[in-house]
C-alpha cells in the first residue's frame, strides 16, 4: 500500500508563510512528478506547482515568486513554501504524486494525499 500524508497547514495572517510537506510511505519503487493542487469553497481544484524527478519546476501565475516547491527524494517528500501569503490563496492544500509501487506489473499511477487547510486571514 502507498500513501501521501500531508501536513503544515493552519491559520495565518496575510503577509505571513507557512511550509506544506507531503511524505510518500510504502512499497515505493520510484516517484516521478511531484504536485501541489489547492481548492477553494466553490472552486475547481487546480495546479499550484510541479516538480519533476529531476527537479524542474512550474508554478501557477498566481503564486508565481511567492511559492517554492522543493522535493527530497531520500524521503520520498514533497515541499512547498508559501510566503507572502494572501486571503486568496485560503484553500484545501493536496498533494499528489507518480509513483510506480515496488510490485508488478510496476506501472506508475497518481496517488493523492488527504488535504491540509491553509487559511489566511486579512
Known amino acids: 500500500q502507498v500513501e501521501l500524508v500531508e501536513s503544515g497547514g493552519g491559520l495565518v495572517q496575510a503577509g505571513g508563510s507557512l511550509r506544506l510537506s507531503c511524505a510518500a510511505s510504502g512499497r515505493i519503487l520510484g516517484i516521478g512528478s511531484m504536485n501541489w493542487y489547492r481548492q477553494a469553497p466553490g472552486k475547481e481544484r487546480e495546479l499550484v506547482a510541479n516538480i519533476s524527478s529531476g527537479g524542474n519546476t512550474n508554478y501557477a501565475d498566481p503564486v508565481k515568486g511567492r511559492f517554492t516547491i522543493s522535493r527530497d527524494n531520500d524521503k520520498n517528500t514533497v515541499y512547498l513554501q508559501m510566503n507572502s501569503l494572501k486571503p486568496e490563496d485560503t484553500a484545501v492544500y493536496y498533494c499528489?504524486?507518480?509513483?510506480?509501487?515496488?510490485?508488478?506489473?510496476?506501472?506508475?499511477?497518481?496517488?493523492w494525499g488527504q488535504g491540509t487547510q491553509v487559511t489566511v486571514s486579512s
Open positions: 499528489a504524486a507518480l509513483i510506480i509501487r515496488l510490485q508488478m506489473p510496476f506501472v506508475p499511477r497518481d496517488y
